[in-house]
């Protein structure tokens, strides 16, 4: 059974990074492809990016593309992602995910989901 | 970037109603449509990939159809532990877009 453990609620100054962390257990990172969505206060799910295995490359929304860096480690089989330059819309749950599937692709495992607040 | 537009935003309902939920994509999507489910305060979860198929454990209450660029998600008899906010997600292509979501509350 794989599980996503992702770090604790950050509350962060505009301007400023953060980086949030997903352990994984029940199978090695190398095994996965983990992705990352986030959430707004009262909003949808938004898509941000994630390891390509079929290209063998992280890719990003374009949205987040030059703000945003996923890094994996993958002796501590945990990922990360860090965001830099937030602003105020950045505050959001921010959840780590595992997609599977080879002809259709689908999220089936979520962390629990890191709160990130950014205010002055 | 593919837009998916759900249907209604919010729906009130009472336990052992059929409801139906709509997702519609701007373009062609085939099958690859995937729902979630999500209640306060916990992750989304898995409940339908591929337009059509029930994870393991999800109840046969729920169903999915749809191909090309509209779908919906039935629940048959609803249980008190449906209502909750459910998703769509599409899968074709990235970024892989979420519908804005669909509240579905008690009557």
């Known amino acids: 059974q794989v599980q996503l453990v992702q770090s604790g609620a950050e509350v962060k100054k505009p301007g400023a990074s953060v980086k949030v962390s997903c352990k994984v257990s029940?199978?090695?990172?190398?095994?996965?492809?983990i992705q990352w969505v986030r959430q707004a206060p009262g909003k949808g799910l938004e898509w941000m990016g994630g390891?390509?295995?079929?290209?063998?490359?992280?890719i990003y929304a374009q949205k987040f593309q030059g703000r945003v860096i996923m890094t994996e480690d993958t002796s501590t089989d945990t990922a990360y992602m860090e965001l830099n330059s937030l602003r105020s819309e950045d505050t959001a749950i921010y959840y780590c995910?595992?997609?599977?599937?080879?002809?259709?692709?689908?999220?089936?495992?979520w962390g629990q989901g890191t709160l990130v607040t950014v205010s002055s | 970037d593919i837009q998916m537009t759900q249907s209604p935003s919010s729906l009130s309902a009472s336990v052992g109603d059929r409801v139906t939920i709509t997702c519609r994509a701007s373009?062609?999507?085939?099958?690859?449509l995937n729902w979630y489910q999500q209640r306060p305060g916990k992750a989304p979860k898995l409940l339908i990939y591929?337009?059509?198929n029930l994870l393991d454990g999800v109840p046969s209450r729920f169903s999915g159809s749809g191909s090309g660029t509209d779908f919906a998600l039935t629940i048959s008899s609803l249980q008190p532990e449906d209502f909750a906010t459910y998703s769509c997600?599409?899968?074709?292509?990235?970024?892989?877009?979420f519908g804005q979501g669909t509240k579905l509350d008690i009557k």
């Open positions: 995910v595992k997609i599977s599937g080879f002809s259709y692709s689908y999220f089936d495992y």
């Open positions: 029940g199978k090695r990172l190398n095994e996965l492809s």
């Open positions: 390891y390509d295995p079929e290209d063998d490359e992280t």
């Open positions: 373009q062609s999507i085939r099958s690859h």
């Open positions: 591929a337009a059509s």
């Open positions: 997600q599409q899968s074709f292509s990235s970024p892989y877009t």
